[in-house]
Nanobody, 113 residues
Framework: QVQLVESGGGLVQAGGSLRLSCVAS????????MGWFRQAPGKQRELVAS???????NFANSVKGRFTISRDNAKNTVYLQMNSLKPEDTAVYYC???????WGQGTQVIVSS
C-alpha cells in the first residue's frame, strides 16, 4: 500500500514562490509516474503537473512556465516548485502515484493578493 506525505504549503503573497514536497513509501516509487493535483474550494480536483518514471513532465496550461515538477528517486520524493504564484493558485495540493488509488492528506497553499 502506497502512503504519501505532502509538505511545504503555506501563505504567500502573489508573485511569491513555494516548494512542495511529497514523500512516498515503498520500493516502487522510481517505477511509477507521479502527479501533483489541487482542489480549490467548490471546485473539482485537477491535475497540475506530472512526471513520468523517465522524467518526462506535463503541466496544466494554467501553470505552464510558472511551475516545475521534479523527482528524487533516491529519496522517494517528488517536488513541485511554484513560482509567480497567483491568488487563483490557492488550493489544497495533493500528490499521487498516478496508477494507484492512494492520496496523501494534502498541503494547503494560500496566495494573497
Amino acid at each position: 500500500q502506497v502512503q504519501l506525505v505532502e509538505s511545504g504549503g503555506g501563505l504567500v503573497q502573489a508573485g511569491g514562490s513555494l516548494r512542495l514536497s511529497c514523500v512516498a513509501s515503498g520500493s516502487i516509487f522510481s517505477l511509477n509516474a507521479m502527479g501533483w493535483f489541487r482542489q480549490a474550494p467548490g471546485k473539482q480536483r485537477e491535475l497540475v503537473a506530472s512526471i513520468e518514471s523517465t522524467g518526462i513532465t506535463n503541466f496544466a496550461n494554467s501553470v505552464k512556465g510558472r511551475f516545475t515538477i521534479s523527482r528524487d528517486n533516491a529519496k522517494n520524493t517528488v517536488y513541485l516548485q511554484m513560482n509567480s504564484l497567483k491568488p487563483e493558485d490557492t488550493a489544497v495540493y495533493y500528490c499521487k502515484m498516478i496508477n494507484f488509488r492512494a492520496w496523501g492528506q494534502g498541503t494547503q497553499v494560500i496566495v494573497s493578493s
